[in-house]
């Protein structure tokens, strides 16, 4: 079965400081992967998608993702953080009209 | 184009009673699935549905039931409403190709507390 693993629950920048989310897929097969944003109180909103077109994706808000094969990874990352990026970060895979979510980063931005 | 909604936002629901949450779909979806979202277990997906029939289940009770209309409309059901099923309920519309490519866009959920 397709999963993905979030490092880190928890992560703490100060403004404009980078931003690195790190996310691992476990798949047999070439995954589909996703990154969503969630504000407090809200839905998840599509940040970004890799299916396979180019190993670097951007996506919305200045973020974006690189896959990595050789470490089975889709870390997510920003080059400067902004207070608005407080959130909470999912990665997921597509295993068949069914998302399988990481457990969720939470971003913290310190003035 | 609208996004997807869900009403009602927020329930407030006693032990042993049943709530029906609902869904509308992007127009140009025709696949709707459920997930719950809970502090313990996080995001956990509950069921899929296109053409109005049930195409993939997550691993749930029976007592947490769905269906979908012809429109694309979907309502999930919770039946014998236990202090676990409190969570925000988050229905997702695709177009429903069946192709893992396919997106899923969320709307903004329904927060269900049981006491």
């Known amino acids: 079965a397709q999963s993905v693993t979030q490092l880190g629950s928890h992560v703490s920048v100060s403004e404009g400081a980078l931003v690195l989310l790190r996310c691992n897929y476990s798949s047999s097969v070439p995954p589909y992967l996703f990154w969503y944003v969630q504000y407090p109180n809200q839905g998840l909103q599509l940040l970004l998608k890799y299916t396979s077109a180019a190993t670097l994706v951007k996506g919305i808000n200045g973020f974006e993702a690189e896959f990595k094969k050789s470490e089975t990874s889709f870390h997510l990352t920003k080059p400067s953080a902004h207070m608005s990026d407080a959130a909470e970060y999912f990665c997921?895979?597509?295993?068949?009209?069914?998302?399988?979510f990481g457990g969720g980063t939470r971003l913290m931005v310190k003035p | 184009k609208a996004g997807v909604t869900q009403t009602p936002r927020y329930l407030i629901k006693t032990r042993g009673q049943q709530v029906t949450l609902s869904c509308s779909p992007i127009?140009?979806?025709?696949?709707v699935s459920w997930y719950q979202q809970t502090p313990g277990q996080g995001l956990q997906f509950l069921f899929e549905?296109?053409?109005?029939?049930?195409?993939n289940k997550g691993n749930f009770p029976g007592r947490f039931s769905g269906r979908q209309f012809s429109n694309s409309r979907s309502e999930m059901n919770v039946s014998t409403l236990e202090l676990g099923d409190s969570a925000l309920y988050l229905c997702a519309s695709s177009l429903g190709t069946g192709r893992i490519t396919d997106t899923q866009y969320f709307g903004p959920g329904t927060r269900l507390t049981v006491l």
């Open positions: 127009s140009g979806h025709r696949s």
């Open positions: 549905y296109f053409s109005e029939t049930q195409r």
């Open positions: 997921a895979v597509n295993a068949g009209n069914m998302l399988t």
